[in-house]
């Protein structure tokens, strides 16, 4: 059997490594592209000139606000007129999405600068692709991985602290999707099962959580940095990053998209979508309710989403909820890399039971 990892070629995290961006752009090309998010536009523009400044050239454009074919376009025609050796995201996960298909379909290097700490896409050959509205559309698989992911916790820790636990939200999925993966023998995203490696990774993730989300969470609610931070910023971005990739996924970001079709969770994140996912899918798969329990405890612990209220879906019909599950179990979606039998009603009946379980629990 021949199994696969892949990894981005370097990873720099600390405080204040924003400082070394032009020294480490230099090592990929000397005209770059920094396509940056438009919320931190004016924030992020001096500092990167100053910080590129004798180093790279740089161009700076804002991010459209939509990971979509249609702001790819944009970025690729003004790479090329600018004649860019280099693809620079510089945000959250959507612009950091789009900058990495915007270097694929050039094929040029692409670093990237994640600002908050809220998604495992600073690190994956994968862009999420959404329709101009927002719709989940497709996975755009890559053949690489970033060139650099450059990461200052010290613009981490400013962030508000939402993103950070949304961060957490989906690096909770990573272990128990990779096991679920590692069970069935089911492929990663380089289409082959992935090595032990990336289960470890992903364990290492999970544990990361568990003993320092707590701790992080509060660091950061004061906007300072300390090693708990550190360790939570890595987990929810390196050892995410690696575990799902080289892993695998399965129900808990299938249940993701499938809340994409309920209008009232668009206003929530990434990863406080996959967190509930994780929740239903612990109840799909039947884990032991040690496991459950202890699940349910982090979320509650650091604020993550534990009912369908805490994502704006209080009062949702079944009928309109099994529209979720049934965009959850598309074809080809990951769902189907679970070790047991999947249909739209196990999916409906495990959403509402972690709806439920979320509830009892806070009547306690």
């Known amino acids: 059997m021949i199994?696969?990892?892949?990894?981005?070629?370097?990873?720099?995290?600390?405080?204040?490594?924003?400082?070394?961006?032009?020294e480490e752009l230099s090592r990929l090309g000397q005209k770059a592209l920094v396509i940056i998010d438009?919320?931190?536009?004016?924030?992020?523009?001096?500092?990167?000139?100053?910080?590129t400044a004798g180093k790279v050239e740089v161009y700076l454009?804002?991010?459209?606000?939509?990971?979509?074919?249609?702001?790819?376009?944009?970025?690729?025609?003004?790479?090329?007129?600018?004649?860019?050796?280099?693809?620079?995201?510089v945000g959250?996960?959507?612009?950091?999405?789009?900058?990495?298909?915007?270097?694929?379909?050039?094929?040029?290097?692409v670093a990237i600068v994640p600002t908050i700490a809220s998604t495992d896409a600073p690190c994956s050959a994968l862009s999420v692709i959404y329709t101009?509205?927002?719709?989940?559309?497709?996975?755009?698989?890559?053949?690489?991985?970033?060139?650099?992911?450059?990461?200052?916790?010290?613009?981490?820790a400013q962030a508000p602290v939402r993103f950070l636990v949304s961060g957490m939200g989906d690096a909770l999925a990573t272990w128990f999707e990779a096991e679920d993966c590692q069970i069935k023998r089911a492929k990663n995203m380089t289409g082959r099962m992935g090595p032990i490696t990336a289960f470890s990774l992903a364990h290492l993730c999970y544990e990361t959580l568990l003993e320092y989300g707590v701790h992080a969470k509060t660091a950061c609610e004061q906007n300072v940095v300390t090693p708990a931070l550190e360790r939570v910023v890595e987990a929810n971005t390196l050892l995410s990053g690696l575990g799902f990739e080289?892993?695998?996924?399965?129900?808990?970001?299938a249940i993701h998209n499938g809340f994409t079709v309920l209008e009232e969770t668009k206003k929530f994140?990434?990863?406080?979508?996959?967190?509930?996912?994780?929740?239903?899918m612990l109840i799909l798969t039947d884990r032991p309710s040690a496991v459950i329990d202890r699940v349910f405890g982090f979320c509650e612990s650091v604020g993550l989403p534990t009912t369908l209220a805490d994502l704006g879906l209080e009062g949702v019909s079944r009928d309109r909820l099994f529209l979720a599950a049934q965009q959850a179990c598309s074809a080809g979606e990951t769902i189907y890399n679970e070790p047991c039998e999947i249909t739209p009603e196990s999916v409906l009946a495990a959403l509402c039971t972690a709806d439920a379980e979320g509830k009892r629990r806070r009547q306690l």
């Open 246 to 253: 080289s892993g695998g996924l399965a129900a808990a970001h």
């Open 3 to 22: 199994t696969t990892a892949i990894f981005p070629s370097r990873y720099v995290q600390g405080s204040n490594a924003i400082k070394l961006l032009g």
């Open 269 to 280: 994140w990434h990863g406080e979508k996959v967190a509930f996912g994780v929740l239903a």
């Open 38 to 51: 438009p919320v931190i536009f004016g924030q992020f523009q001096p500092l990167i000139e100053e910080f």
């Open 92 to 109: 959250g996960g959507k612009t950091i999405d789009t900058a990495k298909a915007t270097a694929h379909q050039l094929k040029l290097p």
């Open 132 to 156: 101009p509205e927002g719709l989940w559309e497709r996975y755009l698989v890559l053949p690489r991985n970033p060139d650099l992911v450059l990461v200052d916790t010290s613009i981490i």
């Open 61 to 89: 454009k804002r991010f459209g606000g939509e990971c979509c074919n249609g702001e790819i376009d944009k970025h690729i025609s003004t790479a090329t007129s600018y004649q860019v050796d280099l693809i620079v995201g």
